[in-house]
């Protein structure tokens, strides 16, 4: 099972960019799918994207598709998701997931293994 550890939440204002990484330790990053879910106080977990093992085959939810952008560096054993164009209502708690699943991507969000989530506060 992959460990995983968020960094780069933060605040930013209406407009801003900025970019999440997903930091992989245990075991061979490049054996897992990943994917990135953020939770807004009150909403349920909401999927953002999914990225297979190689970084090339990518699933993005509507409310997301050319906001943000997800890559990976195997040799680095990071994933990344790169937030632009943000709002207000993108404020939320980022999580990133990984599988081992056979499946080249997973967005049921039966994942192997969640981090423990990164903040993200977008004021005006």
């Known amino acids: 099972q992959v460990e995983l550890v968020e960094t780069g939440g933060g605040s930013v204002q209406t407009g801003g960019s900025l970019r999440l990484t997903c930091v992989a330790s245990?075991?061979?990053?490049?054996?897992?799918?990943m994917a990135w879910y953020r939770q807004a106080p009150g909403n349920e977990r909401e999927f953002l994207v999914a990225?297979?093992?190689?970084?090339?085959?990518?699933y993005y939810a509507d409310s997301v598709r050319g906001q943000f952008a997800v890559s990976r560096d195997n040799n680095r054993n990071e994933g990344y998701l790169l937030m632009t164009k943000l709002k207000t209502e993108d404020t939320a708690v980022y999580y990133c997931?990984?599988?081992?699943?056979?499946?080249?991507?997973?967005?049921?969000?039966?994942?192997?293994?969640w981090g423990k989530g990164t903040l993200v506060t977008v004021s005006t």
């Open positions: 997931a990984a599988s081992a699943s056979a499946q080249a991507i997973v967005i049921s969000g039966d994942m192997d293994s």
């Open positions: 245990g075991s061979v990053f490049s054996g897992f799918s």
């Open positions: 990225l297979d093992r190689s970084g090339l085959m990518t």
